[in-house]
């Protein structure tokens, strides 16, 4: 178990620019869940997958953010022409199933200039 | 709506002091409650959980008990050590099939010698 494990680390970008992030669940988690955290301020919940199915959107996420998990395994975010609002830091978590606890990687974070 | 409200932080206690951090919640049904610890440089781990009314949830010496009657679920501890200086998040779920969980803004905690 090597735990959940995101990538980049930290993404500096310009107004404008896109932006994809990566997360790899813990093996043979079929729940994929993304979560914003802005400075000071717990996490939000974004997006979450079962297998590939995306089953729920919030509202935070604008028609500029989507996310994907093609296979089931991992799964990619992207922003496209980010905005100064959009700086965060990006939290993936995965979980086995049905009320199990959520498992949380370290996160991307997101600096836009 | 669903929210959670946190203790202000930062709070700085001496080793061996007696911690509590308040967290109150507000939910259209019956949340699950739990407390979630991010340590410097790691992810979000859950700590504990309570699922229903008077459920005590417990780890590593941290008890939090979920009060249907004031709405509240605070953590505490009757002595800290200066491995606990974290940030503690408490947080709901109302949705058993998916950990969609509403963060409150977490409590920054340091211990000192």
């Known amino acids: 178990d090597t735990g959940v494990s995101q990538d980049p680390r930290h993404k500096i970008t310009k107004r404008g620019q896109n932006v994809t992030f990566r997360?790899?669940?813990?093996?043979?988690?079929?729940?994929?869940?993304?979560?914003?955290?802005?400075?000071?301020?717990?996490?939000?919940?974004?997006?979450?997958?079962?297998?590939?199915?995306?089953?729920?959107?919030?509202r935070l996420l604008s028609d500029r953010f989507?996310?994907?998990?093609?296979?089931?395994?991992?799964?990619?975010?992207?922003?496209?022409?980010?905005?100064?609002?959009?700086?965060?830091?990006?939290?993936c978590a995965s979980s086995s199933g049905v009320g199990e606890k959520l498992f949380f990687g370290s996160g991307t974070q997101l600096s836009v200039l | 709506?669903?929210?959670?409200?946190?203790?202000?932080?930062?709070?700085?206690?001496?080793?061996?002091?007696?911690?509590?951090?308040?967290?109150?919640?507000?939910?259209?049904?019956?949340?699950?409650?739990?407390?979630?610890?991010?340590?410097?440089?790691?992810?979000?781990?859950?700590?504990?959980?309570?699922?229903?009314?008077?459920?005590?949830?417990?780890?590593?010496?941290?008890?939090?008990?979920y009060r249907k009657e004031t709405t509240s679920f605070h953590l505490e501890k009757g002595s800290v050590q200066v491995s606990d200086s974290a940030v503690y998040f408490c947080a709901l779920s109302l949705f058993q099939g998916a950990q969609k969980l509403v963060f409150g803004q977490g409590t920054r905690l340091t211990i000192n010698p």
Request: net charge negative; proline share 5%; charged share 20%.
């Open chain 1, 23 to 58: 997360c790899d669940p813990i093996s043979e988690h079929n729940r994929l869940y993304w979560y914003r955290q802005t400075l000071g301020q717990g996490p939000e919940f974004l997006t979450y997958f079962q297998n590939e199915a995306q089953l729920e959107k919030s």
């Open chain 1, 66 to 91: 989507s996310a994907e998990r093609p296979k089931g395994s991992f799964s990619t975010l992207e922003i496209q022409r980010t905005e100064q609002g959009d700086s965060a830091m990006y939290l």
């Open chain 2, 1 to 65: 709506g669903n929210s959670v409200t946190q203790m202000e932080g930062p709070v700085t206690l001496s080793e061996e002091a007696f911690l509590t951090i308040n967290c109150t919640y507000t939910a259209t049904g019956y949340p699950s409650l739990f407390w979630y610890v991010q340590y410097p440089g790691e992810g979000l781990q859950l700590l504990l959980k309570a699922t229903k009314a008077d459920d005590k949830g417990s780890n590593k010496g941290f008890e939090a008990t």
